[in-house]
């Protein structure tokens, strides 16, 4: 917590981050504050100004905006509380990168040319095409190893023009930046200019776990970390779907890929066979109709389990010259596909009103109109509709 006051307060707009409408607010500075301003590939802090939520904190020249939905007073002297949990994780994630990026340059030569501290995960960039498995191996023991000799982390302030700043790792200044240089170091592994958070010795990042990389822009390569908590919170996870999956599959862990394997073989066979039996099943069920001595002018035929071609044999089967057939698949309260076939003439009239009427899309060709439907249950409309115009044309269609 720290003391301050308010200096003034400005209504202004927020764009949420993840899109959406703006929400209005206000936009607020204060003499001085604990809460750091996004920057330098950090997001920025979280916290209270009294019992008024901070929503988002910016860097504008040397102040720090602060953005909240209620107005505060000017003058007024205020109680500044941080967000203790994610500062924490910024600064376990931030001083792991610093460590991360110093220790790939020394060892490999890769230089970090960007990073990112993601919600979930945090990302280096890394000027160089590829990194084996080896190396990414190799730079993890090395980080961990500096984490347990416990080596300090410090901040010192260097003047504009000092030039010891000249030695300092650094990828510039921005434009807009005023007052002292800020250096992070940690004791014999780097220097850095840096205005982001950190720890104040590498015992307090706990691990840091390289997750691997990923391709790049620019024929560079990202490699993905986690640090300290994060490791503990994505053990966890892992732990418990590793639960989930021992109870699901009645095996132990180091079978679960092989389980995994033969369902997905039982899967594909079942799919195969069931397959086989729609197209069976379609045959018959057209034999069937061919078979009656009095055969009707509209065929009709919902079932909740098929596809287009189910529907197609059925068609095939069944010979669209003198009959229309109105064919349907899917669940009765969710989305399906159908089927129109019959007469071209006829065809091309109705195919686009049964589609009306079932709140969906199609298309066709040469006597078949077919598509998807999102109102399967408006299907009774649709046979009222060709029953209509069969009963209003001759027996011949």
Known sequence: QFATRVVSCQAAELRPEGGGEPLRGFEVVLEDTILFPEGGGQPDDRGLIGDVPVLRVTRRGSEAVHFVEAPLEPGAEVLLSLDWDRRFDHMQQHSGQHLITAIAEQMFGFKTTSWELGRQRSVIELDTPSMTTEQIETLERSVNKKIRERVPVTVRELAADDPEIETVRSRGLPDDHVGPVRVVDITGVDSNMCCGTHVSNLSDLQVIKLLGTEKAKRNKTNLVFLAGNRVLKSLEQSHSIEKALTSLLKTGPGEHAEAVKKLQSSVKL????????????????????????????????????????????????????????????????????????????????????????????????????????????????????????????????
């Open 270 to 397: 079942l799919q195969k066979n069931n397959l086989n039996l729609l197209r069976d099943l379609a045959v018959l069920i057209a034999r069937d109709f061919k078979s009656k001595a009095a055969q009707s002018q509209l065929f009709v035929l919902h079932r909740k389990e098929g596809d287009s071609e189910f529907m197609n044999i059925i068609a095939n089967e069944v010979g669209t010259e003198e009959t229309l057939l109105f064919l349907t698949v899917g669940d009765e309260k969710e989305a399906g596909l159908f089927l129109l076939a019959g007469p071209v003439e006829a065809v091309e009239n109705l195919g686009p009103r049964v589609a009306e009427l079932l709140g969906g899309k199609g298309a066709g060709k040469r006597g078949r109109f077919q598509g998807k439907a999102t109102k399967m249950s408006h299907r009774g409309e649709a046979q009222a509709l060709l029953q209509e115009f069969i009963s209003q044309r001759s027996p011949e269609m």
